[in-house]
Structure formats: structure tokens, C-alpha cells
């Protein structure tokens, strides 16, 4: 039996009734938006910081953070007002114009990236594809790749957004499923293997696309010293190494960037999700002059890339970032939360593994999928996500309290006893 089998499989659990109000709004849901998503069967309707509330006025921990983008907490008091103070000012004017707010936040992220250009977008992937394009065209205009012949290198088990040319990348056969054909030039290597990289390069190699760790392929860490081989390959073979910091960057592994840990300065960087704040989405491409330059004025745009409201909740973020110390903080509750998950000793956890507070508890499919343990701590009163069918994602807002991520220690433990003793009665 595979993982994706074992996801549905749950031995004694009955999940908390759902309000009439409750159902309802799902049943709307259902009947008339795309069925492309499976929500777990909460409808929420209030956030404050770590904590959400649904219609029903029952309370949740929030251990997963949108994927991250609620990295500073929900309605962040600081990041609300920046949002307001700015939208009543003025909130969107295309680049077609200059405006007040956008240069603080690109000199923001040249400084704290240690790079210096910055393209600023909205979604993640539409970031990704800003980097593909310079890439490709760095190829040709810099390194001297005939045009149109650009190879670009990512890893199995990657995540980089859902637009036709991110998904080309993707080694998961249900993101690809029916949406071909994809554009060619790209192609996958073995995650954390640094040598396959040195083989996989070819003299049309543009760049090499990487998450440091990766995020929805299951909280995987690569070996030690991975991303700093990889980036000395890179430099050998003239082939710019691309960071997908979309989920790891601003202090979710307790680095400004996960990079960082390798001590890796990229010659570029993708940013997004907590660059919104928790409010809106934001994102970006940050590289080097000699990336940058291959951008001229019509190339490339955005209608809402840049825009002040954007900008001024991004600058707020950032400000968030540094003044809460929420970099150091990742890092020091992350080692703490990794160790006391680590002592899980569960016969049903195979591995707790992560970095900063992006730790994954992956389950062994042999008993149970992650979803019926998401699901046993829903009704408990935790949020967390299933990735990957094996691994329960925990990633908490950089400033959740001590005490709220120490209840929810004590929670997820009674969850595996509870899931340990219904296996043994079914047995
Ligand atoms: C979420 C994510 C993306 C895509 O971002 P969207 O805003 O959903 O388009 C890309 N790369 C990584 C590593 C991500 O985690």
C-alpha cells in the first residue's frame, strides 16, 4: 500500500460535527468554485497573531502559517496600520509611473540579500518565472548560449509554483497530469546530491533552480555543505545558482535565508510569501548586476509588481522581522521544538527532521498518511498541513508564544498515543 492510500486510512477517529453554518459555507464552496483543493473541514472567519477562530467561535493554533506567508502572525497590529496608512494614501499605479514606496523596499532587499537588483512581482510562481526568463536570457546575452537553446536544472521532489513552465519542472506526475506540453530546456537531478549536478551540467546550462531545503516535497534537508558544493560547481561551469527562497527565506529556518546556512551567497534569490505580510501577495526577484543587466525597460512586467500598497506591507514585514528579532527567535524555539518532536518516540514516526521553525514529523505509511493525523489535531485544535502523504508539516508564526507552541507540543504527543492505542484495539 502506498503512502497516497494510507492517507485516507484512519483506524477509530470521528471527527468533531461540523455546524449547520459550517456546512453550509462548504456545500457553497463546493458547488460553485474549482474542485482543485481539499480543505480540511474548517471554516475559519477570525486571526489574531498565533491563534484562529471559525464561525462556530471554536479556537485553533495556527502551526502552519498559509505555507508560511503568516510568518509574522495574523493581523499583525504594525503590519494592519502599514496596510491602512498606505491604502488610503495611494495603493496602486502601475509602473508606468515612479512612486513613493517602492525604493525602500528594493533597497531593503538588495541590502539584506547582499545582492543588487531587484524585480519585484505578486505570487510566488510568477516570481520563479521572472527568474527562468532572466535566466534563459542571461544564457544568451552573457554566457553565449545560442538563442532559444537555454537549459535550466532543478531537483526531483521540487516545489516552484503551478505555471506551465514551473510545472515542466516538477517530478510530482498529478502537478503535470494533463497540462502538457511543456516547454523544453528543463530538466531534474537527485535532491542533495552535488555530484549529480557537476554531471548534469552541459555548456547551454544557464542556471541550476534549488529550494535550500525543500518545503512541500516533504521538509527535506539536504546533507551538510550541499548548497556550498553546489554553488562552487556553479561557479566553475559559469551557471547561475538560483535560490527558491519563497518558503524558507525572511527567517523561517532562523537565517535571513536559508542559504545562509551554507554560508551561500546566490546569484539569485527568490522571495514571496511572508514578503505579504500575511496580508497580501508579494514577491521577488533579487539578483546580481550581472543577472539584472539583462533587463531593458518593455522586457518584462506587472501591472501590480511594485505597487505602493505592496511595497509599504512588505517594508512593514521587514521591520517586523528585525524589531521582533524573529530571525534569532526561529532559530532558537525551532531547536527547541525540533528536539522535544524528536522525543516523540512514536512506533508510527519515522523521522522529525527540519530547520528553524520548518520542522516535518513524517509518519510511517505503513500504519497511518499524515492526513488522519492532521485531522486528530484539528479536533484538538491545531492547525498543521500534510505533505507529501507521509510528513505533517509544522511551521508556526516566527513569533508564536513559548507557551501556545509548548501546549501544542503536548498535544501533538497525546495525538501519536491516542493514534498508537486506536491501531493496537484494531489490530
Ligand atoms: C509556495 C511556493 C512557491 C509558489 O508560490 P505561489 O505564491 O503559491 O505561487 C514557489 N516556490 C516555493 C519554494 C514555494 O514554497
Redesign the pocket.
Known amino acids: 500500500m502506498t503512502a497516497h492510500d494510507r492517507a485516507g486510512y484512519e483506524p477509530a477517529f470521528r471527527p468533531l460535527p461540523l455546524s449547520e453554518a459550517a456546512s453550509g459555507l462548504i456545500a457553497r464552496e463546493k458547488a460553485c468554485g474549482a474542485n482543485n483543493y481539499d480543505p480540511l473541514p474548517v471554516v475559519l472567519s477570525r486571526g489574531a497573531g498565533s491563534w484562529l477562530a471559525d464561525i462556530d467561535g471554536r479556537r485553533y493554533l495556527d502551526l502552519m502559517s498559509a505555507?508560511s506567508a503568516v510568518s509574522f502572525g495574523h493581523a499583525h497590529p504594525r503590519i494592519v496600520a502599514a496596510l491602512v496608512a498606505q491604502a488610503q494614501r495611494l495603493g496602486v499605479t502601475s509602473r508606468a509611473y515612479h512612486n513613493d514606496a517602492l525604493p525602500a523596499l528594493l533597497e531593503r532587499l538588495a541590502r539584506l540579500t547582499r545582492l543588487d537588483r531587484v524585480l519585484p512581482a505578486n505570487?510566488?510562481?510568477?516570481a520563479?518565472e521572472t527568474a527562468l526568463k532572466a535566466a534563459r536570457k542571461w544564457g544568451h546575452k552573457v554566457k553565449g548560449i545560442p538563442d532559444g537553446r537555454a537549459e535550466i536544472i532543478a531537483c526531483d521532489g521540487n516545489?516552484?509554483?503551478?505555471t506551465i513552465a514551473v510545472i515542466g519542472l516538477s517530478t510530482e506526475p498529478q502537478y503535470r497530469d494533463g497540462f502538457g506540453p511543456f516547454p523544453p530546456g528543463l530538466s531534474t537531478i537527485p535532491y542533495g546530491d552535488a555530484d549529480a549536478l557537476a554531471r548534469a551540467i552541459t555548456p547551454r546550462t544557464a542556471a541550476f533552480l534549488v529550494?535550500p531545503i525543500q518545503?512541500?516535497g516533504g521538509i527535506v534537508v539536504p546533507p551538510e555543505g550541499y548548497l556550498a558544493r553546489c554553488a562552487e560547481i556553479c561557479r566553475e561551469h559559469r551557471v547561475l545558482l538560483i535560490c527558491?527562497e519563497?518558503?524558507?527565506g525572511l527567517g523561517r529556518t532562523g537565517r535571513f535565508l536559508a542559504s545562509e546556512h551554507d554560508g551561500v551567497r546566490p546569484d539569485a534569490v527568490?522571495l514571496?510569501?511572508a514578503l505579504g505580510g500575511g496580508l497580501l501577495?508579494v514577491?521577488a526577484l533579487v539578483g546580481s548586476n550581472d543577472l539584472m543587466q539583462v533587463f531593458h525597460p518593455g522586457d518584462h512586467g506587472s501591472t501590480f509588481g511594485g505597487n505602493p500598497l505592496a511595497a509599504a506591507v512588505a517594508i512593514a514585514a521587514l521591520d517586523v522581522l528585525e524589531d521582533e528579532k524573529l530571525v534569532a527567535r526561529s532559530a532558537e524555539l525551532g531547536a527547541w521544538l525540533l528536539e522535544e518532536l524528536q522525543d516523540l518516540r512514536s512506533p508510527i514516526v519515522r523521522d522529525v527532521r527540519g530547520r528553524g521553525l520548518f520542522v516535518g514529523i513524517e509518519v510511517d505509511a505503513r500504519y497511518i498518511g499524515a492526513r488522519p493525523v492532521v485531522d486528530r489535531l484539528l479536533a484538538r485544535g491545531i492547525l498543521s498541513k500534510d505533505t507529501h502523504g507521509t510528513v505533517v508539516r509544522i511551521a508556526p508564526p516566527l513569533n508564536i508564544a513559548r507557551e501556545d507552541l509548548a501546549w501544542a507540543v503536548g498535544q501533538i504527543r497525546a495525538t501519536f498515543r491516542e493514534i498508537e492505542r486506536d491501531l493496537k484495539r484494531a489490530a
Open positions: 505555507y505570487g510566488g510562481a510568477e520563479v516545489f516552484h509554483g503551478r529550494e518545503g512541500e527558491d519563497i518558503q524558507t527568490i514571496g510569501k501577495p514577491s
